[in-house]
């Protein structure tokens, strides 16, 4: 079956320490997004990318980088710049072209040792 | 201001009870609405697409008011799975880009 898939579900996090999330896609799309989500508020766009090889910032980019050497492959690196990184991280994908409807991984749960 | 607002509530129902949330959005350029459901700590799941004419699946329908800029959530002879906090999404097409917009969500509670 097509989907999202995002990975670990849960990651901990040391003081001054980079972590990857991971986020791979087998439905074509060749639009993808990194949302960042707090109690009580709001989807906020990290970054996001209409096709391979280019990526832009969204709202909250500081702290955060990404890549997208592949259609299928998204992935998002929290770095110790990001002081507050504990939150739930979603990706997601999405067809171009349209107003196609997102499709999101299940998410990962980031927090802070 | 806040490209998409909705009332956060919560808003706590009895079974079987009608509510009905809005969302409203500043862009009259918005071209696109969906409302989302999301359960605690999962993703968020496509409830409906939002159309001009309106729409209705099952228990729920869909309105939207370009004139006052909001869309409407009904939900009728509401049921205990549909606790759940529901995203209004705003897509506004600019310089070739998709651009989502989403609302903080409003948290509904169904109480037996």
């Known amino acids: 079956d097509g989907g999202i898939t995002q990975s670990p579900k849960y990651l901990f996090r040391k003081e001054g320490q980079n972590v990857t999330l991971s986020c791979e896609q087998n439905l074509n799309h060749d639009a993808m997004y990194w949302y960042r989500q707090d109690p009580g508020q709001g989807l906020r766009l990290i970054y996001y990318?209409?096709?391979?090889?280019?990526?832009q910032k969204g709202d909250i980019a500081e702290g955060y980088s990404v890549s997208r050497e592949k259609k299928e492959s998204f992935p998002l690196t929290v770095t110790s710049a990001q002081k507050n990184p504990t939150a739930f991280y979603l990706c997601?994908?999405?067809?171009?072209?349209?107003?196609?409807?997102?499709?999101f991984g299940s998410g990962t749960q980031l927090s802070v040792l | 201001r806040k490209e998409v607002e909705q009332d956060p509530g919560p808003f706590n129902v009895p079974e079987g009870a009608t509510v009905a949330f809005n969302c409203t959005y500043s862009n009259s350029a918005s071209q696109s609405f969906f409302w989302y459901r999301q359960d605690c700590r999962k993703e968020p799941k496509l409830l409906m697409s939002v159309y001009s004419s309106g729409n209705e699946d099952g228990r729920f329908t869909a309105q939207l008011n370009r004139a006052s800029q909001y869309i409407s959530l009904l939900i009728r002879d509401s049921k205990l799975s549909d606790s759940a906090t529901y995203l209004c999404v705003v897509n506004i097409e600019q310089t070739g880009a998709n651009n989502l917009f989403f609302g903080t969500g409003t948290r509904l509670t169904v109480i037996p």
């Open positions: 997601a994908s999405t067809s171009s072209g349209g107003f196609e409807k997102l499709f």
């Open positions: 990318s209409q096709i391979v090889n280019d990526f």
